[in-house]
C-alpha cells in the first residue's frame, strides 16, 4: 500500500509539471527550481506531521517525510536538467 502511495505522488507530480510547463524552456527551469528547493521542505514536514500522527512514531514520519523530500528533491534537478539542457523546449 506505501509504494503504491509512493509511486502514485511522484506520477503525478512529473505529469501535473509536465502539463503545466509544456514547451516553454522558462517554465521547465521555474518548476525545477520550486520543485528542488521548495517542495521538499513542504514534503518533510507534511510527513512528519501526518505520518508521525497516524502511527503514533515520530521516527517512521520523518523516516517517510525525508525519504519523499530526498525523491522530491531529485526529480526536481530532472526538471533542471530538461528547462536548462534540452535543445527541443522552446526558449521565450
Given at each position: 500500500?506505501?509504494?503504491?502511495i509512493?509511486?502514485?505522488?511522484?506520477?503525478?507530480?512529473?505529469?501535473?509539471?509536465s502539463?503545466?510547463?509544456?514547451?516553454?524552456?522558462?517554465?521547465?527551469i521555474?518548476?525545477?527550481?520550486?520543485?528542488?528547493f521548495l517542495?521538499?521542505v513542504i514534503?518533510?514536514?507534511?510527513?512528519?506531521?501526518?505520518?508521525?500522527?497516524?502511527?503514533?512514531?515520530?521516527?517512521?514520519?520523518?523516516?517517510?517525510?525525508?525519504?519523499?523530500?530526498?525523491?522530491t528533491?531529485?526529480?526536481?534537478?530532472?526538471?533542471?536538467?530538461?528547462?536548462?539542457?534540452?535543445?527541443?523546449?522552446?526558449?521565450?
Amino acid at each position: 500500500m506505501d509504494i503504491l502511495i509512493f509511486v502514485s505522488y511522484v506520477i503525478l507530480l512529473c505529469f501535473g509539471v509536465s502539463k503545466f510547463a509544456g514547451k516553454k524552456r522558462n517554465r521547465w527551469i521555474n518548476a525545477g527550481y520550486i520543485t528542488a528547493f521548495l517542495l521538499p521542505v513542504i514534503v518533510l514536514f507534511l510527513g512528519i506531521r501526518i505520518v508521525g500522527a497516524l502511527t503514533g512514531d515520530g521516527i517512521a514520519g520523518g523516516v517517510a517525510g525525508f525519504g519523499y523530500a530526498i525523491v522530491t528533491c531529485v526529480i526536481g534537478f530532472i526538471f533542471l536538467f530538461i528547462g536548462y539542457i534540452s535543445k527541443n523546449v522552446q526558449s521565450d
